[in-house]
């Protein structure tokens, strides 16, 4: 969970040392009690006293009917202030995928304290760990946090709620693709009652923040094992409309840009739109681990070719990497992959 930067530096001047953590446990499900046991919320007594695991500080137990037990810090108002309702939603995904997880796996802990590194995932299932992220988040937390867990053994997983469909794509934020899992090619969402995952699978970027992709429910008993077996087999290669292509030099146009590289590659070139529709708009399997549009690159592989030269230097000039959580991916052989596949669309060898 995220709060202001604003607010985080009031939250540093009445805290003990601040560290990545402190703001991801003012509303916690879980704490420690006077024996140091951890407790859930839901079974913790009013009469007793309870303290944050990282910071130690003395926290509040709310029990209510409009929202899952938490624990709070002194502090917490702060919290609520700048999330409104989004809290109340992280606790009840959570909670409820915590309850359902419990009914078919045996070792399931909810915000284990994880003290080598100082870091509490939401939920740790066996040698999975679940992070739920509903907020924005810096790639740099992201990928800090994905690495010390996986160090110590962990396979994460991110999960978000589900991206809005328009026009049979989903418009996936920042946060959303970097909770992509980049081996599979799947993001896992959670229903608002966190009891249901919905898996958006062999997903493929058309622009930047646009995918298409297949959506289905997996039920919790079958998941953690669906995912073991999902190793991504996506080999389809799509390729953009005659429509979507020529809108999108229609956007270039207005851009009235003698910089414009789509255009400025396609005057060097000597293209006219239709060779644009016929020799570029391939979307590779690949291209899920960049965000620069396919069009640009393959002209840029074709201008390339043109001059004589191995379009890879140009191709990787050009490239720019969409970031994951997960920071092991080997962005040059996925795009000597991706330019290998195209050449030979070309029938060049």
């Known amino acids: 969970m995220i709060i202001s930067y604003?607010?985080?530096?009031?939250?540093?001047?009445?805290?003990a040392p601040f560290n990545e953590y402190?703001?991801?446990?003012?509303?916690?499900l879980t704490a420690m009690d006077l024996h140091k046991n951890q407790v859930h919320a839901c079974d913790a007594s009013k009469q007793g006293q309870y303290y944050c695991l990282i910071c130690k500080a003395q926290l509040i137990l709310k029990k209510g009917v409009k929202m899952v037990p938490h624990f709070a810090h002194q502090a917490q108002s702060l919290h609520s202030n700048h999330y409104g309702g989004e809290s109340i939603r992280h606790q009840t995904m959570k909670y409820g995928l915590y309850?359902?997880?419990?009914?078919?796996?045996?070792?399931?802990?909810?915000?284990?304290?994880?003290?080598?590194?100082?870091?509490?995932?939401?939920?740790?299932?066996?040698?999975?760990?679940?992070?739920?992220q509903l907020s924005a988040m810096s790639i740099g937390s992201f990928q800090k946090r994905t690495e010390k867990l996986s160090q110590l053994g962990y396979h994460v997983l991110w999960?978000?709620?589900?991206?809005?469909?328009s026009h049979g794509m989903y418009n996936l934020t920042q946060r959303h693709q970097a909770c992509i899992d980049p081996y599979t090619h799947t993001l896992y969402s959670l229903s608002d009652d966190g009891t249901e995952i919905i898996e958006l699978s062999q997903l493929l970027p058309i622009k930047?923040?646009?995918?298409?992709?297949?959506?289905?429910?997996?039920?919790?008993?079958?998941?953690?094992?669906?995912?073991?077996?999902?190793?991504?087999?996506?080999?389809?290669?799509?390729?953009l409309s005659r429509l979507h292509i020529k809108a999108f030099l229609t956007q270039c146009r207005l851009k009235h840009s003698v910089l414009e590289p789509h255009l400025s590659l396609m005057y060097q070139l000597q293209?006219?739109?239709?060779?644009?529709?016929?020799?570029?708009?391939?979307?590779?399997?690949?291209?899920?681990?960049?965000t620069t549009h396919p069009i640009l690159w393959q002209l840029t592989a074709?201008?390339?070719?043109k001059d004589g030269v191995i379009p890879h230097t140009s191709v990787k000039q050009c490239l720019k990497s969409r970031v994951f959580a997960d920071k092991k991916i080997d962005y040059v052989h996925k795009m000597n992959m991706m330019i290998h596949a195209y050449l030979k669309i070309l029938n060049v060898t």
């Open 99 to 132: 309850t359902s997880l419990k009914q078919y796996y045996n070792d399931v802990r909810l915000e284990p304290y994880v003290e080598t590194i100082q870091q509490i995932p939401d939920i740790i299932v066996d040698r999975w760990a679940l992070e739920i």
């Open 302 to 305: 074709l201008k390339a070719l």
């Open 6 to 15: 604003k607010i985080l530096n009031r939250f540093r001047s009445k805290s």
């Open 271 to 290: 293209m006219t739109d239709e060779q644009v529709v016929k020799l570029t708009g391939f979307v590779f399997p690949e291209q899920i681990y960049f």
């Open 159 to 165: 999960l978000t709620e589900l991206p809005k469909l």
């Open 22 to 28: 402190n703001y991801e446990v003012m509303l916690m």
């Open 208 to 239: 930047a923040n646009r995918f298409i992709g297949i959506q289905q429910s997996v039920h919790v008993k079958d998941w953690l094992t669906h995912i073991n077996m999902n190793n991504c087999s996506l080999t389809v290669v799509k390729k």
